[in-house]
């Protein structure tokens, strides 16, 4: 579900980065807190060798669905940035996308110090709807989440936009600061029901976090978005950035 409803990463913008860049098959990447892995796969063609870590069993289940699909060789691995053994190497690009507000920070700089290579490359990933105006559905739909979401486990959602928001101070003391950052926007048709069941795809308003509420949720966010449809379909603008970040 995650990986087919959540704002896409366009191969635009895995082109644009990798331009950017300029890895080549020789290259290795590590993506840390691969979820389905949409960033290992989508770098993939870019590099010669390419690990995925996640913590959750789940998620590399889907990321080897994934990855099978695509015909792509990628080494998964379950566990922990902050844990990965000494003997697994250095990498020349080390990705991490929404899942950095949940990796212990002192542990997780430690560990990036080894695992970049000397001339090696932090990518910080996000893809999500624009905030501007563009989507103007976002505002009563991103109300409605709030409303329905525990209140602790929205505040701990709001932690990873703020965490993005400001990586010089998440990379202070350490060797690593954000040099550039790659913007990339897109346009495509969303279904009204796929929009609608994306909300069940964030850990706040998740299954798991709304029990019951569930579907009382999903009914108030239809029922918003139908002003937006044409033909139940709906327009939306996504905004996909890497920062990079070097020693």
Same mark, same amino acid.
């Given at each position: 579900?995650?990986?087919?409803?959540?704002?896409?990463?366009?191969?635009?913008?895995?082109?644009?980065?990798?331009?950017?860049?300029?890895?080549?098959?020789?290259?290795?990447?590590?993506?840390?807190?691969?979820?389905?892995?949409?960033?290992?796969?989508?770098?993939?063609?870019?590099?010669?060798?390419?690990?995925?870590?996640?913590?959750?069993?789940?998620?590399?289940?889907?990321?080897? =669905?994934? !990855?099978?699909?695509?015909?792509?060789? #990628?080494? @998964?691995? $379950?566990?922990?940035?902050? &844990? %990965?053994?000494?003997?697994?190497?250095?990498?020349?690009?080390?990705?991490?996308?929404?899942?950095?507000?949940?990796?212990?920070?002192?542990?997780?700089?430690?560990?990036?110090?080894?695992?970049?290579?000397?001339?090696?490359?932090?990518?910080?990933?996000?893809?999500?709807?624009?905030?501007?105006?563009?989507?103007?559905?976002?505002?009563?739909?991103?109300?409605?989440?709030?409303?329905?979401?525990?209140?602790?486990?929205?505040?701990?959602?709001?932690?990873?936009?703020?965490?993005?928001?400001?990586?010089?101070?998440?990379?202070?003391?350490?060797?690593?600061?954000?040099?550039? =950052?790659? !913007?990339?926007?897109?346009?495509?048709? #969303?279904? @009204?029901? $796929?929009?609608?069941?994306? &909300? %069940?795809?964030?850990?706040?308003?998740?299954?798991?976090?709304?029990?019951?509420?569930?579907?009382?949720?999903?009914?108030?966010?239809?029922?918003?978005?139908?002003?937006?449809?044409?033909?139940?379909?709906?327009?939306?603008?996504?905004?996909?950035?890497?920062?990079?970040?070097?020693?």
């Amino acid at each position: 579900m995650y990986e087919h409803l959540r704002p896409p990463y366009p191969r635009e913008f895995f082109r644009t980065v990798a331009h950017k860049l300029s890895p080549t098959r020789e290259s290795s990447l590590i993506d840390l807190g691969t979820g389905p892995g949409l960033l290992a796969l989508g770098f993939g063609p870019y590099v010669g060798r390419v690990v995925a870590v996640d913590p959750e069993p789940a998620m590399l289940d889907a990321a080897r =669905l994934a !990855t099978a699909r695509a015909g792509r060789h #990628v080494t @998964l691995i $379950e566990g922990k940035a902050e &844990t %990965l053994p000494l003997d697994i190497g250095s990498f020349d690009i080390v990705t991490i996308g929404r899942a950095l507000h949940w990796m212990d920070r002192d542990a997780v700089l430690a560990r990036l110090e080894e695992l970049v290579a000397c001339d090696g490359a932090i990518l910080i990933c996000a893809s999500f709807s624009a905030t501007d105006g563009r989507n103007p559905w976002l505002d009563g739909y991103n109300e409605i989440r709030r409303r329905w979401s525990p209140a602790k486990l929205w505040e701990e959602a709001g932690k990873g936009t703020r965490t993005h928001r400001d990586l010089p101070a998440f990379f202070r003391g350490s060797s690593f600061h954000p040099t550039e =950052l790659v !913007t990339v926007e897109t346009n495509h048709l #969303v279904g @009204l029901w $796929e929009l609608a069941e994306r &909300t %069940l795809t964030y850990s706040s308003s998740s299954r798991e976090a709304l029990g019951e509420n569930v579907e009382a949720m999903l009914r108030d966010v239809e029922n918003h978005l139908v002003s937006f449809h044409h033909d139940y379909a709906i327009a939306e603008t996504i905004v996909s950035t890497a920062e990079i970040v070097k020693r």
